[in-house]
């Protein structure tokens, strides 16, 4: 079943071990059959170096296996949530990159000081806000989800495709799981840029880019690739 799916996922996996984002069997990447509302995504606690494609457990959006005899990933609730939030995306991944991970401790969303931000996105990459006690306590991964989708009441996700968790790590989607693992190796750039801008500034945050210099650039990359 998904054999499609779970080549592309499990790829979309490899990438974010070798482009070194995830730490151990933590991070995931999935993708969604949206006819057959079927998720394929990685399986729990399983070592990179151990995967193949046909251990990639299938699972429906009530978060029920499907096939496969593998346990998913033990963020699955999030990523459902997020497909439902979500409907014009086909992947996500989640990953523990070093420095967007530290955006994220900080609570601190990513400013755009620079152009390699505006190529890829058009404003201030969010973080959400702090999970309350009982959120963390009662249905965590689901509630994960809620709230990034919450941060993105007033936002658009088809342009802005990433996300801090506060006090945790990122996450971001696209059209498909490697388009969702692009978005995570760019805004690990992106996060690792910013750090370093404000470091240089004496750990001061400095002035974001011109809006007219982000918007350029934003819209130029993304009317050559329409």
């Known amino acids: 079943m998904l054999e499609y799916l779970k080549k ?11 482009r070194n984002l995830v730490i151990g069997t933590w991070g995931n990447a999935s993708g969604i059959d949206r006819e057959r509302g079927l998720i394929v995504i990685k399986p729990s ?6 995967m193949s494609a046909i251990d990639f457990p299938v699972v429906d959006l009530d978060g029920n296996v499907v096939e496969g005899s593998m346990k998913p990933s033990i963020d699955t609730l999030t990523h459902i949530e997020l497909y439902k939030a979500f409907p014009n995306i086909g992947g ?5 990159s070093l420095y967007a991970s530290s955006f994220a401790q900080a609570g601190r969303g990513i400013k755009p ?39 993105f009441a007033e936002l658009d996700y088809e342009l802005l495709h990433a996300v801090l968790v506060h006090s945790n790590s990122p996450f971001t989607w696209g059209k498909d799981a490697a388009d969702a693992v692009e978005s995570a190796i760019v805004l690990e750039s992106i996060a690792q840029m910013a750090f370093q801008t404000e470091m240089l500034q004496l750990a001061k ?19 050559q690739e329409q």
């Open 45 to 50: 606690g399983v070592a990179y170096s151990k």
């Open 8 to 18: 592309q996922v499990y790829e979309a996996n490899m990438c974010l071990a070798v």
């Open 92 to 96: 996500i991944a989640h990953t523990h």
């Open 113 to 151: 000081y620079g152009t390699t931000h505006a190529d890829f996105f058009p404003g201030i990459i969010p973080c959400t806000r702090k999970m309350t006690p009982n959120e963390i306590s009662s249905d965590y991964e689901r509630h994960t989800g809620l709230v990034i989708a919450e941060t």
């Open 205 to 223: 945050c400095g002035v974001p880019m011109q809006q007219d210099l982000l918007n350029m650039h934003f819209k130029r990359k993304h009317k």
